[in-house]
């Protein structure tokens, strides 16, 4: 255990390595470098190249260490390895007071398990979110499970993550709910300024984002012919930005490309994107954090999953989890577009992610615990410790 005066400021490393991680640890990022208590660096780990590039101007923290896992196609545990060696290095040379990580990618997981290896006490935002099946989605599942078990505090966006924590046996003292950052960002860059929408007519307008690992080949092939079904309308312009991954390229380019009423267009940026959902009727997506974002915008969201983490947005109404059956994707977007009740009542079920807050949670926190009279130590006392 250490104590920290607070006359000198909490070195901060903030580790982020794919585009939700940047968008979501962005707010967290702008706030400790507007005050003098938190002295914030970012790691950017390279687990995604473009797409994390294009989300760093968010972040508005100069001090950056930029490594370069990124190999195409490369293996989970290649890029495991890499990552816990190389994040390692860094906390060595750098010494941080405290290590940050979002979420449940496997750049979060190895930023925890180097910071425990380092003897670095551990902040987990977004913490708590289960579907309680273990390789779905895959890996992340297991990611979250496992920074729970490492993480000093956990940063639970919503009461039923707190509970889930407390279910696993996290102690209560280390738990806070907060609400999800996600919508501190989002409130952020519309504040922001203007910025363009990708629709380009005014039919009925569908944005649609896929990239979960448990969905790519013949699933994904499967919802390609569901958008195609839907197209066929005549009255919708859909819009897929792609993700970078070659194994959703190579399934959804054959499918989509070309096809009327289909825009695939290359990833947004994130002023971009929230312009694009701020327009458009309905949201089609496996993304996570899209199912945060379109509820806080009265989006009706389409969840193409089996599972979910963020049941809330779910069991308000604002979202359907439906699975990935291409009858059942066309089915429910149909509805949705042609019955303007049940739209409205999606529309209008509300936001269960937070009001804007999480951040100045976050940050009031960590800045209570590590002020000097209070010891920062890798985890709370557990019941077999001596007194
Ligand atoms: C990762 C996360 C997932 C998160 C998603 C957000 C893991 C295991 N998965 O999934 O939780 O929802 O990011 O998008 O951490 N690529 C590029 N350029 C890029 C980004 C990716 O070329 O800018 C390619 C690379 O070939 C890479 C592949 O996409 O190997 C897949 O990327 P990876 O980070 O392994 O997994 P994602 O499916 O993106
Ligand atoms: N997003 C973006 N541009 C795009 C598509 C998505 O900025 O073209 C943002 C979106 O607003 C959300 C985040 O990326 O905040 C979601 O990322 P992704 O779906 O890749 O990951 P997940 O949230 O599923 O982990």
Redesign the pocket.
Do not use: C, F, Y
């Given at each position: 255990m250490s104590t920290h005066s607070s006359a000198v400021p909490v070195r901060a490393m903030l580790v982020l390595?794919?585009?939700?991680e940047a968008i979501k640890l962005a707010p967290v990022a702008r706030a400790m470098a507007a005050g003098p208590r938190f002295e914030p660096f970012v790691v950017t780990t390279g687990?995604?190249?473009?797409?994390?590039?294009q989300m760093l101007s968010l972040l508005r923290v100069d001090a950056r260490i930029a490594l370069d896992v990124?190999?195409?196609?490369?293996q989970?545990s290649d890029?495991t390895a890499r990552l816990v060696r190389e994040l390692g290095d860094v906390m060595r040379e750098q010494r941080p007071d405290l290590v940050v990580v979002q979420?449940?990618?496997?750049?979060a997981l190895c930023g925890a398990l180097a910071a425990f290896y380092e003897k670095i006490p551990v902040a987990h935002v977004e913490a708590g979110l289960r579907t309680g099946v273990l390789d779905n989605?895959f890996?992340?599942e297991l990611?979250r499970c496992l920074i729970s078990r490492i993480a000093r505090w956990h940063f639970a966006p919503t009461p039923a993550a707190a509970g889930h924590l407390a279910a696993e046996g996290v102690p209560g003292e280390q738990v806070f709910v907060t609400g999800n950052t996600v919508v501190d960002n989002l409130l952020w860059v519309l504040a922001e300024g203007t910025a363009a929408s990708a629709f380009r007519t005014d039919a009925r307008r569908i944005l649609v984002t896929l990239?979960?690992?448990e969905n790519q080949g013949e699933r994904m092939r499967g919802m390609g012919r569901a958008l195609t079904r839907l197209a066929a309308r005549g009255d919708v312009e859909i819009v897929l930005p792609l993700?970078?991954?070659?194994?959703v390229r190579e399934v959804l380019l054959p499918e989509l490309d070309g096809r009327p009423g289909i825009s695939l267009i290359e990833p947004l940026d994130y002023l971009d994107f929230a312009a694009t959902l701020a327009e458009c009727d309905l949201v089609l997506t496996d993304?996570?954090g899209i199912q945060e974002e379109a509820p806080s915008l009265s989006k009706p969201a389409l969840v193409l999953r089996t599972t979910t983490e963020r049941p809330e947005a779910v069991e308000a109404g604002a979202a359907r989890l439906i699975g990935t059956d291409p009858e059942a994707i066309v089915t429910w977007a149909q509805r949705l577009l042609d019955d303007p009740a049940e739209y409205r009542r999606m529309a209008r079920a509300g936001n269960p992610f937070g009001d804007g807050t999480a951040t100045t949670r976050i940050l009031a926190q960590l800045a209570e615990d590590f002020a000097a009279d209070v010891p920062v130590g890798l985890t709370a006392s557990g019941p077999y410790s001596a007194a």
């Open positions: 390595g794919t585009r939700p687990q995604h190249r473009e797409m994390l590039h990124m190999r195409t196609r490369q989970l890029l979420g449940d990618t496997t750049t989605p890996p992340e990611n990239h979960r690992r993700h970078k991954s070659p194994a993304s996570g």
